[in-house]
């Protein structure tokens, strides 16, 4: 949004010249109060807004005006100073503006506050594949989520305002403790996520290589914006367990490295349902759960 706005504060100067004395007073928009003291200017970063500079009184020659300490999203082209913060620059700036006019010249402070609004992405995992070209969202289980070849791990992230995301990954053997240090991580900068052609989901791809055959692997994600923002849960997903610092797990999120040919490879985890029988578990029995389904437990 673009406005012009009349000057609002300004600094009285005497200045003497040959004739006597001249007075001018150099004023600077903004639609904060001064209070006697230095304008002062709120902007949202992705605002744009256009102040105009003005000498009033007595001056004693034409008038140029210049600045000092002009943050990068500012431009001072003759009397009209131009402000297109973007969502980078938040923090607060102070500005110095002056009026010259025949050798004299008078100054003036803006003080400028960049707010931004910040959301944190969400995302999370959206189906697993292989060499073989199968696909599916059912992980672990011995008939769908075992790689033949390497295991691509197919993740989907949103952010609201935009921003560049970061996605991180970290692969374990079944039964290691996570870390939360990444084993994979992708950065997809502001504006290049085109998932819906809207600027903010982007689909992120990991092939897992150098796995080892006839092995179970678990995996965790984290997703955060380009100012530190992390996902703080996950809608789609009631399985999911986020942490504090964004780090999300759940225990649906594993696969298997085959062929495999061994009762340890390509199992379900205790509680997992439905089994069909012992030899799906990694552990334990397949028996009814409270509720009926075949479940493994130990």
Not at 6 to 31: E, N, T
Not at 109 to 119: A, D, H, M, P, Y
Not at 122 to 149: L, M, Q, R, V
Not at 151 to 165: I, K, S
């Amino acid at each position: 949004m673009t406005r012009i706005v009349r000057l609002l504060a300004g600094i009285l100067a005497a200045s003497c010249g040959p004739g006597g004395s001249a007075h001018f007073m150099l004023q600077v928009g903004s639609q904060a109060n001064s209070n006697d003291g230095p304008a002062a200017l709120t902007l949202r970063g992705g605002e744009t807004k256009t102040l105009g500079l003005l000498v009033v009184g007595t001056v004693p020659g034409p008038v140029t005006f210049s600045g000092k300490n002009l943050p990068s999203f500012a431009t001072l082209s003759g009397s009209v100073l131009t402000l297109a913060p973007t969502r980078a620059d938040m923090g607060d700036y102070s500005l110095t503006l002056i009026a010259t006019a025949s050798g004299e010249s008078q100054s003036s402070i803006l003080r400028i506050s960049v707010l931004r609004s910040n959301s944190p992405p969400t995302g999370g995992f959206e189906f697993f594949s292989d060499d073989t070209s199968h696909y599916t969202n059912t992980c672990p289980n011995p008939a769908t989520c075992t790689a033949i070849g390497t295991p691509v791990l197919h993740l989907r992230f949103c952010d609201a305002e935009g921003d560049g995301v970061t996605t991180e990954l970290e692969v374990v053997e079944r039964g290691r403790a996570f870390t939360k240090t990444p084993t994979y991580s992708t950065f997809v900068p502001a504006g290049a996520a085109i998932r819906f052609n809207d600027g903010t989901c982007a689909d992120v791809t990991f092939p897992i290589q150098g796995l080892t055959l006839q092995r179970s692997y678990d995996f965790a994600m984290r997703f955060s914006d380009e100012f530190g923002a992390v996902t703080t849960h996950n809608n789609n997903n009631p399985d999911v367990v986020t942490a504090p610092d964004g780090w999300m797990t759940s225990v649906f999120w594993g696969f298997d490295q085959g062929p495999c040919t061994t009762r340890t490879c390509a199992c379900l985890p205790s509680g997992f349902e439905p089994c069909l029988s012992d030899s799906q578990c990694c552990s334990g029995v397949c028996r009814p759960d409270v509720h009926g389904w075949p479940t493994c437990q130990p």
